[in-house]
């Protein structure tokens, strides 16, 4: 009887063991900057210094879909969700350190894509978007420098706030990312180029105006140019480590 | 020499093999029993002398088929003398013998009999005349005690008090031989010799079991008296049968150890056998046995009677099959297969099958009421005409509840059912089936355990939204059948042919994810709410066609054969919707599709006794599945203007074969216990299958049907009467294997996944009027590869290895009854009966690497019972234990405030301490 007793225990402790394939993570997202970056000559010729490009990052969500271009839906489709960071943190990516920005909680996986926003969201329970960060002042970024072309230099601060523009969207909806999230993760590293945020800003535009510093506007040519420069031209980068 | 009036009773029961149909086997258990032609009665032993009161030897005999005695055994003996003497007397016995379908059978009956009171003279050195020897162990007369009455010649013996010999036992090898069981009427002797006579105290009322008892009148011949003498069948006789170690038969006495609520909640005696309750009466049981979840039925296929429960098809779920019209009363034991190892098992008997036998023991009217916790109340008939078969009733019951929690789970029911066993002649039955059932549940949802924890959501309560208090099961079922059951000229052969018809409308309302779901082509209802509306309204026709051999010869070894065809034909109209639960307006069109199914089986079995102790059976079962499918919202491509370019719709058809074999492989039984039973090896390996989700084929698809392979070997050992023991281990794979995905409300595929574990059961019986029922399952359900990418999840996290989640790994049930009379009181004993059942579920894996909390539940039943009423108390999870019925991981947004897209976990409460007390009264 007593070796009955015990083969059961035995049994009973040692045969619940396994897994049912994935695992709950949980890691730090690191932003890292690169003050290389500063420096760059636009397509209209001015050479510019930037001083400052904060850029607001979050929400971020990571997804096992593959995007396919073809299929415009396609896009929208997260397929299993293996990371998310619900918050929202500026980082100057002009800065040679390193900050966390928040927290991935997610499972393991292979990721394929992501889907963020620039700390404005559109929930399907909210009327409009909304801003989760007050870091700049509920912008999105704040790039600031100056422009030299020639004879003619000129400072910039562009300040913008990049929102969904449909409920329950995000702003960059399912662009290809690939990573292998594992157990052993340790951190996200996010980077981004400010240059390429910039790539399509007309300065000869820019400098047209007759501020100090000059800004944009929203609805202006300039905006738009600036808002598709981050959304399309200066994605996110994402490693994990 | 003086002779002895004899006085016999001869008892009998049999119930042949009660093989694929156990509605038809009932009807093998009308058995004609022997009567004597030649009784010759004991002579006392000259030198024989009894104690006071006298001696009884109870000789066990065979009576052939040709009507003459073999086999003689003494049960009970008297001394040599006394026992010498009754085999001399019942050995020149003749009889008319027993008739079974129509064959003259052999059976075993016990005899016995009486030696009146003979006092050994005093002895000399001390004793006095008058003096009594006492016999010794081995009967022989020993000591002298002193003397009782007078034990004058002629005088007759009172009956004594003992019935043990209605005792019911195993039969033996052949497969023929009953047991006798209780004695019959008294008599008399002839007043000048002592006399030997019956113990005739169990004679006052037939002690049957079985509704088909015959109460034949035998006569029995004694020195020129011809006294009549009840013959009583009862008992149980089985013929040997060969299967599978995972076959059981769980009969209505360890049903009742404690009160089931639903049929469903009866299956969880079943070894291994889990049932969930997600949430209320008007949404089917969730299955969980040896490592499947087999959801609301896609895994296990479930007959009532003879008609089909499962639902093929189903929107809500494959093989949805919903019990809460059988009602518990009228059940008179479950046979259940764990695993696929019967010819006779179709589609969904993956995991296994059962199937709930119809009959009512306790005959008469039988009304009782139920009130208890939560303003529970159950009111029902039963009514079962005495001296009907067991089958033959009328049954009703009405129900409601607020249900625990704020009024989330209140449910209405009422069920009906009606069955009518009659004989056209003595090789011709009928029984005609009606039934019905309604039943409508206010749901409570499925809560995220972080709401519960941060105190967001009470544990038994539902999320306040609109959308969460609308959640609603709805479920009707009409159904009508027959059986005709021909008894043909071998013995045992025979034809059943059954047929049936019935409907069921089902309707579900279930919001599982919150706020989450939105179309892109519909924008502006994001955030509508997730509340789904499942509608499902099928009409089945079929019947089933079996042909039985009965006893033969198959290749000039002893077997017999069966051959059978089942066809069925399913009518399905099923719609989906997403709606507001404001008025029902619907937001979202998700499915509108007509189904007919046809599944056309065959089968073929036979069993044959290779040696004395190795018999086989083997066989093949074929099926052919042909689908039609009319989806009405098919083809829909988002961002493309349906109406200027398409029409949405999709018409297809499909169909394919399923086959394969079944075999087991019996060895023994050796080392009996004492003469019975005994020990034997069982190894059984089957094919089964389980249709698709008709909506999931392609137009000419071969259907690709979830293929099941089983493999399991034990051994059981059967101690005589004293119960059963046994012990396997098993392998069960799985191809295209499904689970259930919450977000979808639908199941999703995960691949090819296998099963292994093992289990120990054991039904006791270890004195009397205690009654133990318990097993312990290990199982564990493994994913044979990853599941097939798609292109939402192109690289899916699980492998090879991983856990199925969901899935207890331990399932232990523990079942014990003990009753006994308190007391007479005016002319009624009253008698208590106090029941106790013990569930318990181990951890569950979940996804995302986690696991439940271990599950302990204890069920109590104190019943009192005097004359024809009965009061009983009913207290389940009498332990108050706080507990999670079902858990599911997966997305759920019911915070507006928090955009989180990942998976949680989220439970459905276990019911609290209920109390119920109920009162019945049969007139």
């Known amino acids: 009887m007593r070796y009955f007793i015990l083969l059961s225990v035995f049994l009973i402790t040692s045969c619940d063991e396994g897994t049912t394939g994935q695992d709950f993570v949980s890691y730090p997202v690191y932003a890292v900057g690169n003050s290389q970056n500063a420096a760059f000559t636009s397509d209209d010729g001015w050479t510019v210094n930037l001083s400052s490009a904060e850029l607001v990052i979050g929400s971020i969500k990571m997804c096992s879909h593959v995007p396919a271009l073809f299929k415009e839906d396609s896009l929208r489709e997260c397929g299993q969700v293996l990371g998310e960071m619900t918050t929202a943190k500026a980082f100057d990516f002009l800065s040679d350190s390193e900050i966390i920005i928040g927290t991935m909680n997610g499972i393991t996986g292979q990721i394929h894509s992501t889907f963020y926003n620039h700390g404005w969201i559109w929930l399907t329970s909210q009327g409009e978007s909304v801003s989760i960060s007050d870091d700049l002042d509920s912008l999105s970024a704040i790039i600031t420098g100056s422009a030299t072309k020639d004879a003619s230099e000129f400072d910039f601060e562009l300040e913008i706030a990049l929102k969904p523009n449909r409920k329950g969207d995000d702003l960059i909806s399912g662009i290809g990312c690939e990573g292998n999230v594992t157990t052993a993760v340790q951190r996200l590293e996010v980077r981004s180029d400010p240059r390429q945020w910039l790539r399509k800003l007309s300065f000869d535009l820019l400098s047209s105006c007759d501020d100090d510093v000059c800004g944009v506007n929203e609805g202006t040519t300039a905006w738009n140019s600036l808002f598709y420069g981050i959304v399309q031209g200066g994605q996110l980068e994402f490693t994990w480590k | 020499m003086k002779k002895l009036l004899v006085l016999a009773w001869v008892l009998m029961s049999f119930v042949p093999d009660a093989l694929a149909n156990p509605d038809t086997a009932e009807l093998k258990k009308v058995v004609t029993p022997p009567k004597t032609i030649k009784t010759v009665s004991a002579v006392f032993p000259p030198e024989g002398y009894t104690p006071a009161g006298g001696i009884e030897v109870v000789l066990k005999i065979t009576v052939k088929a040709d009507g003459t005695v073999s086999d003689i055994t003494i049960v009970k003996s008297g001394g040599d003398l006394f026992d010498k003497a009754a085999e001399t007397a019942v050995m020149q016995w003749t009889f008319e013998p027993a008739m079974f379908e129509g064959k003259k059978i052999a059976v075993k009956i016990t005899v016995p009999f009486k030696f009146p009171e003979r006092l050994k003279p005093a002895d000399p050195k001390g004793g006095k005349n008058g003096d009594v020897v006492k016999p010794g162990k081995d009967g022989k007369n020993g000591d002298v005690v002193k003397p009782g009455k007078d034990g004058k010649n002629g005088d007759v013996v009172k009956p004594g008090k003992d019935g043990k010999n209605g005792d019911v036992v195993k039969p033996g090898k052949d497969g023929k031989n009953g047991d006798v069981v209780k004695p019959g009427k008294d008599g008399k002797g002839d007043g000048k010799t002592p006399a030997v006579k019956p113990d005739g105290k169990n004679a006052n009322k037939p002690q049957g079991k079985d509704p088909h008892e015959g109460h034949d009148h035998g006569t029995y011949h004694d020195h020129g008296k011809k006294l009549k003498t009840d013959i009583v069948v009862t008992g149980v006789l089985k013929k040997q049968k060969t299967t599978s170690n995972a076959e059981f038969q769980i009969s209505g006495k360890v049903l009742q150890i404690t009160t089931k609520k639903s049929g469903g909640d009866m299956l ?126 009328a049954a009703a019951q009405f129900s409601e509840t607020d249900g625990y929690g704020d009024g989330n789970r209140a449910s209405l029911s009422a069920k009906a059912m009606g069955r009518y066993h009659f004989c056209i002649d003595e090789k011709t039955h009928i029984i005609m089936h009606i039934g019905g059932y309604g039943g409508r549940s206010v749901l409570p949802g499925i809560l995220r355990l972080d709401d519960i924890r941060a105190g967001l959501v009470d544990f038994y309560g539902t999320y306040s939204y609109p959308t969460a208090r609308a959640q609603s099961g709805f479920f009707t079922r009409f159904e009508t059948g027959a059986s005709l059951i021909r008894y043909l000229q071998g013995d045992g052969e025979k034809i059943t042919f059954n047929t049936y018809i019935f409907r069921t409308d089902s309707r579900l309302r279930q919001n599982f994810t919150g706020f989450m779901l939105w179309y892109a082509d519909q924008p502006d209802l994001k955030g509508a709410g997730d509340l789904h509306q499942q509608t499902n309204t099928a009409t089945t026709m079929g019947g089933d066609f079996l042909y039985e051999s009965g006893n033969t010869k198959i290749l000039s070894l002893p077997g017999m054969f069966r051959i059978g065809m089942s066809i069925r034909s399913d009518f399905v109209d099923q719609k989906e919707d997403l709606i507001f639960p404001a008025q029902n307006m619907i937001w979202r069109h998700v499915t509108d599709a007509a189904i007919q199914m046809n599944d056309i089986g065959l089968y073929a079995d036979m069993r044959v006794g290779v040696m004395k102790y190795l018999s086989a059976r083997a066989g093949f079962r074929a099926d052919a599945l042909a689908f039609q499918i009319n989806d009405e919202l098919a083809n829909r491509q988002y961002n493309v203007p349906v109406e200027q370019n398409y029409l949405l719709g999709y018409k297809r058809d499909a169909m394919g074969f399923a086959y394969g074999p079944r075999a087991t492989i019996e060895a023994g039984p050796f080392f009996p216990y004492k003469k019975k039973g005994g020990l034997s090896i069982v190894t059984s390996y089957g094919e089964g299958f389980r249709s698709p989700p008709p909506r999931s084929l392609q137009d000419g698809e071969r259907a690709p049907f979830a293929k099941v392979r089983s493999f399991e070997t034990g051994v059981k050992y059967v101690p005589g009467t004293l119960g059963e023991i046994k012990v396997a281990g098993f392998y069960t794979y799985l191809s295209n294997d499904y689970v259930y995905n919450p977000v979808t409300a639908m199941t999703r595929s995960i691949g090819d996944t296998e099963r292994y574990g093992a289990m120990i059961s054991a039904i006791a019986k270890p004195m009397k009027n205690l009654l133990f029922s318990g097993s312990f399952t290990y199982s564990r359900g493994v994913l044979r590869s990853s599941p097939l990418a798609t292109a939402e999840n192109p690289t899916p996290g699980e492998k090879k290895g991983d856990l199925i989640p969901y899935i207890p790994l331990f399932v232990g049930r523990g079942d014990a009854s003990y009753g006994r009379k308190i007391i007479s009181f005016r002319g009624g004993d009253l008698v208590a009966t106090a029941g106790f059942g013990y569930t318990f579920l181990g951890k569950r894996p979940l996804p995302y690497a986690q696991w439940s909390e271990p599950v302990h539940l204890l069920d109590m039943k104190v019943e009192l019972s005097w004359k024809n009423v009965t009061f009983k108390i009913d207290i389940s999870n009498l332990a108050g234990a706080k507990w999670h019925d079902m858990e599911l991981n997966f997305i759920s947004q019911w915070n507006p405030d928090v955009p989180t897209s990942l998976p949680q976990r989220h439970v459905v409460a276990g019911a609290p301490r209920l109390f119920m007390g109920t009162l019945g009264i049969v007139f």
């Open chain 2, 268 to 393: 969880t005696v079943a070894p291994g056998l889990y049932i969930g309750h997600p949430q209320g009466e008007g949404i089917a049981n969730t299955i969980f046995l040896r490592g499947f979840n087999a959801e609301h039925g896609q895994d296990f296929e479930i007959k009532a009677g003879f008609i089909p429960v499962n639902l093929p098809g189903h929107i809500h779920a494959q093989g949805y099959a919903d019990m809460h019209f059988i009602m518990p009363e009228i059940v008179d034991s479950i046979t259940v297969i764990e695993g696929v190892y019967d010819v006779t098992q179709g589609d969904f008997a993956v995991a296994g099958s059962a199937i709930f036998n119809y009959g009512v023991r306790r005959r008469g009217t039988n009304l009782f009421l139920t009130l208890g916790s939560y303003n529970t109340m159950k009111l029902g008939l039963v009514f079962a005409p005495r001296g009907q078969a067991r089958d033959t009733f």
